[in-house]
């Protein structure tokens, strides 16, 4: 089985066009669970398969790596180049996912991506952990994330308070991503999260970036456009129009590569149990 890894932002994806049906539906979460595992197989943040579409160019279809169906921003910028760099389609496209229709332009390396309306707002929350109180924004960006403001350096580890706040009473039953976002200046913000679905930190979220920029303009610490400083050191620029009540033409912009192609071996699947992400 052909694949391919892509890299956005730091987020890392294989690719496998399934356009054929090389991977029958009921084969995908355990495929899914076994392929993203780190140094046992390919190793990722996700998996996104590449399917027909009656309404756009293409579907893309994401799973984290627990097997589970979800959206992807950077996920959905990189197999947006993909489709390129494979002939598929022009430099203007619209994709498919579980969200809506998606409006993309690729120039070069770097992808514009339409994204989702905002969707279940709620500002003013102080969510309680282990005696402590964190100043947060709730946002629903094509999956839930919760933003939390504070300075987290490169040596701090997020895994800890970032496990607790994704499972909050606050935040709902199916839980949320977790931002913990600094604002250096009005355009400019310093983001780290922890992602359900991966049960960990990832070195880059589109939706994290996408929830940050709106969540702070909201708070008048930000206005469009704002640069998002990753935990990989890429920067991820989310523009926007309109307010709280209103934003419209929500777009992530942000590099999209092609690492490597190859043939998945049966090795690849075989010989280990995938742990399981509570």
Same mark, same amino acid.
């Given at each position: ?114 994204? *989702?309306? @905002?969707?279940?707002? !709620?500002? /003013?929350?102080? =969510?309680? &952990? ?5 100043? %947060? ?87 469009? *456009?704002? @640069?998002?400083?990753? !935990?990989? /050191?890429?920067? =991820?620029? &989310? ?5 709280? %009540? ?33």
């Amino acid at each position: 089985m052909e694949f391919f890894k892509m890299s956005g932002g730091g987020n890392d994806f294989i690719v496998i066009d399934n356009r054929s049906v090389v991977v029958r539906p009921e084969a995908i979460p355990d495929l899914v669970r076994r392929l993203t595992v780190r140094a046992l197989s390919v190793g990722a943040d996700g998996v996104i398969l590449i399917e027909p579409s009656r309404v756009g160019d293409f579907r893309a279809t994401f799973f984290n790596p627990d097997g589970q169906p979800t959206f992807c921003g950077n996920g959905g910028r990189c197999v947006s180049r993909l489709a390129y760099l494979m002939g598929m389609v022009g430099p203007r496209m619209r994709v498919e996912t579980i969200k809506m229709v998606h409006d993309v332009a690729v120039e070069g390396e770097r992808v514009h991506f339409g994204m *989702p309306a @905002a969707l279940r707002l !709620r500002t /003013g929350l102080s =969510l309680r &952990v282990d005696e402590q109180y964190f100043d %947060a924004v709730c946002i629903d960006t094509g999956v839930p994330h919760v933003v939390i403001f504070a300075d987290t350096p490169h040596s701090a580890s997020i895994l800890d308070l970032g496990r607790k706040i994704r499972h909050h009473s606050e935040v709902g039953p199916e839980g949320a991503n977790v931002n913990f976002v600094m604002v250096v200046d009005e355009h400019t913000l310093a983001i780290r999260t922890y992602e359900r679905g991966v049960e960990g930190e990832t070195l880059s979220c589109g939706t994290g970036c996408v929830a940050a920029a709106l969540a702070t303009s909201v708070l008048g610490k930000t206005r469009s *456009p704002v @640069a998002c400083w990753t !935990r990989s /050191g890429v920067t =991820l620029s &989310v523009q926007f129009r309109g307010t709280s %009540a209103d934003f419209t033409n929500i777009i992530l912009e942000g590099d999209a590569r092609l690492i490597y192609q190859g043939n998945l071996g049966s090795e690849a699947t075989r010989g280990f149990d995938p742990p399981r992400r509570a």
